[in-house]
């Protein structure tokens, strides 16, 4: 019933966010005498920052077309070099670069945000690197046909994308899938895969979590894991080609990252709605770019979701030596010729200090 709620309530939010799109661009037509004094400008900018929150947003573009290296512009070409059910591996390279430039794989989080918020990064690794990145798929629009995707099917997916770049790739994972990327290094060092990555980049991953714990950190361990599947697991609607899987839902690991920092997000939406009456619309354009991307959501499975919370914030499994893939267990001591640089960041309310540290 959940997901169903949500989808009444986005219906609804939807047409309120058109009509309010038509009625702010007719208070400020040039042609209309009421935007330009009283509270015809005020009006539309309300109007204006409600619309655009309120819109319903589906997966964004990468849209990097082009870069400038040392002052010169070259073309950046993308491309879909592997398709899975539950996830692609999507190539960038740019004009001019040489056959021995570095590959680079970029594991995007699956944590509710498309592999697109990464944009920025990727746009400045290549203009050095061919750059991989993995490219999650929407849990409800996967039919139940393709079956599940947990925690080992993550760990697979990531070893099949290293083998599809061959040997001697430098791989980066950006947080969440710091644990998944590590594990999958590490089983890929006890069979001596030769697709092995020569190097592995943990950015701000919680590879365990018992160091400097965060709020998010507190709330996953003081929870038992019966509480998250009774109260953050639904099932998706008829409507969508993924009908009847299990699946956490995208809106609601929105409200949870939104409910982190409420108090800047209304600030955002506020200096918005200032900058719109002002008229300084490029700033107000800034700001609705950055909430189209941080907006825009998709939903992991169930199985995927719950193993995560269970593993790495409850139990630290991977840290503790306890992770298992397909009956086998991990040994991140097995990775021996694999350079691991940890980055953390002194203000990450996700993974705190130490946290990326305990993988090296």
């Known amino acids: 019933m959940l997901y169903h709620a949500y989808e009444m309530q986005r219906a609804f939010m939807q047409g309120a966010s058109v009509l309010a799109a038509v009625t702010a661009e007719m208070l400020s037509n040039p042609r209309n ?3 330009y004094f009283g509270l015809g400008p005020v009006a539309a900018s309300a109007l204006d920052v409600f619309a655009h929150a309120a819109a319903t947003r589906g997966k964004p573009s990468f849209g990097i077309d082009n870069v400038n290296v040392e002052g010169k512009t070259y073309r950046v070409t993308e491309s879909l070099v592997l398709h899975k059910p539950f996830g692609s591996l999507v190539r960038f390279t740019r004009e001019g670069l040489g056959k021995d430039a570095p590959r680079l794989m970029i594991v995007a989080p699956m944590s509710g945000h ?3 918020l990464l944009r920025g990064t990727v746009e400045r690794m290549v203009e050095s690197c061919e750059v991989y990145i993995t490219d999650w798929a929407d849990a409800k629009l996967v039919p139940l046909s393709e079956g599940r995707f947990d925690l080992d099917d993550y760990i697979d997916y990531v070893i099949e994308f290293f083998e599809h770049i061959g040997p001697g790739a430098h791989a980066m994972a950006v947080c969440q899938p710091s644990v998944p990327t590590l594990a999958a290094t590490a089983v890929m060092g006890a069979t001596k895969n030769p697709c092995r990555p020569a190097t592995l980049t943990l950015m701000g991953g919680p590879i365990d979590t018992r160091a400097s714990p965060t709020a998010v950190n507190t709330i996953a361990d003081q929870r038992p894991m019966s509480w998250f599947r ?9 409507q969508y080609p993924g009908a009847g899987r299990e699946v956490y839902p995208g809106f609601l ?3 949870s990252f939104m409910a982190m920092n409420l108090g800047n997000h209304i600030m955002s939406h ?3 709605f200032k900058h719109l009456v002002v008229g300084d619309d490029e700033s107000a354009e800034a700001t609705k770019e950055f909430y189209d991307e941080y907006r825009a959501v998709c939903d992991m499975t169930a199985e995927f979701y719950l193993q995560t919370v269970e593993h790495v914030f409850q ?5 503790k030596g306890e992770l298992m893939h397909r009956g086998n267990l991990i040994d991140i001591g097995k990775i021996t010729d694999t350079a691991i640089l940890a980055v953390e960041g002194e203000r990450d309310d996700i993974s705190g200090i130490g946290q990326t540290r305990a993988a090296l």
């Open 270 to 272: 506020y200096e918005m």
């Open 114 to 116: 498309y592999a697109t």
């Open 230 to 238: 009774h109260n953050v697991i639904a099932t998706v609607p008829l």
């Open 33 to 35: 005498p009421v935007g």
């Open 253 to 255: 690991q929105l409200t």
């Open 315 to 319: 139990k630290q499994s991977l840290a």
